[in-house]
């Protein structure tokens, strides 16, 4: 984790991305709020400078698009705890029965440009309307 911390403190952006299982991130998204809880403790808190832009990127299969708001909340919660300013949210849902279907993502025309309008959006560091 010591070559990921450095990562995180240079970066001038972070995005976490999960897919949504079983109602909630996956284990490897868990641990890795876990693990960057030692960038918390007093020696190191300070590196963390304040409002370093984050995107959060979210994916599921069931097709309600509030199905997972809790679990997108709580991952916000976690990002800003880490001092890391959210600019966007991305998610996806609805590919029930379609995972590993080659270009299934791609043709969800609006889902790819409003992945392309939120990285614009972070590269700008602000929402784009």
């Known amino acids: 984790m010591e070559e990921i911390f450095h990562k995180i403190l240079e970066a001038d952006c972070i995005i976490i991305g999960s897919p949504i299982y079983t109602g909630r991130e996956t284990a490897q998204t868990a641990t890795f709020f876990d693990r960057l809880d030692a960038l918390r403790m007093s020696s190191h808190f300070k590196k963390l400078p304040a409002g370093k832009r984050g995107a959060l990127v979210l994916s ?58 939120a990285g614009v959006s972070l590269a700008m560091g602000k929402r784009i309307e």
């Open 60 to 117: 599921w299969g069931w097709p309600n698009t509030k199905a997972y708001t809790h679990v997108a909340e709580f991952l916000l919660m976690l990002m800003h705890l880490f001092k890391i300013d959210p600019v966007e949210v991305v998610t996806a849902c609805g590919f029930w029965g379609a995972y590993y279907a080659k270009g299934t993502v791609e043709k969800d025309k609006a889902g790819m440009a409003e992945a392309y309008k």
